[in-house]
């Protein structure tokens, strides 16, 4: 059931963002991660491969395979994965536990190169796209932008450094997922300050 506010009131009685009150997936992602401070290089190599993964998909889609993303990409070890040649390409589009688009695979391989030869850390570059200010924060999910000022510089200094598959809409969402904004709703019961 909504409330005026746009939250939906899940069965333990807190409200949540619409897309965080459906599947037990994306509660227990929306309630443990979504918009929590990720920091490390790894981990952020990861999230762009997985946003740029989504893509046209369903994010549940994503988070249902996020296991077998790990275990095909050596749980996202950016050195590891710049390694990968044309065998690797090739078992990761026999993968079946992964989405096998090639152009996606080919943008994890390129874009875990290109974090080698950033000349700072990838948390640092993309943390630098924090937004000085929040504005007020949505009571509803059509208040949320797609993008931003802050995710167009991102996606255009990204793609400046050699990444693909990192558009505006691509970054803010990596921007939400890893508290660099926080998007959850006012009623909802993860929303801080």
């Not at 040649?85 to 096998?100: K, N, P, Y």
């Not at 996606?155 to 969402?173: I, S």
Request: charge should be neutral.
């Amino acid at each position: 059931m909504a409330d005026p506010g746009g939250a939906v009131i899940g069965p333990d009685g807190r409200g949540r963002c619409p897309w965080g009150a459906g599947p037990p997936d994306y509660r227990e992602y929306h309630d443990a991660e979504w918009g929590v401070p990720l920091h490390g290089d790894r981990e952020l190599y990861e999230r762009i491969v997985l946003e740029s993964f989504q893509s046209g998909l369903s994010w549940l889609t994503i988070l249902r395979k996020r296991p077998a993303f790990r275990r095909a990409f050596c749980d996202f070890d950016p050195e590891r994965v710049a390694s990968f040649g044309e065998a690797d390409r090739q078992r990761l589009l026999a993968d079946r536990g992964i989405v096998r688009n090639r152009a996606k695979i080919d943008a994890a391989i390129r874009n875990a190169r290109a974090v080698l030869e950033l000349d700072r850390p990838l948390d640092a570059l993309l943390w630098s796209f924090t937004p000085d200010s929040r504005p007020r924060r949505p009571r509803t999910s059509a208040e949320i932008p797609a993008s931003t000022r802050e995710s167009t510089a991102m996606a255009e200094e990204l793609k400046r450094r050699g990444f693909v598959f990192v558009g505006p809409t691509t970054c803010y969402a990596l921007m939400q997922a890893t508290g660099m904004v926080d998007d959850h709703l006012a009623d909802c019961w993860r929303a801080t300050g």
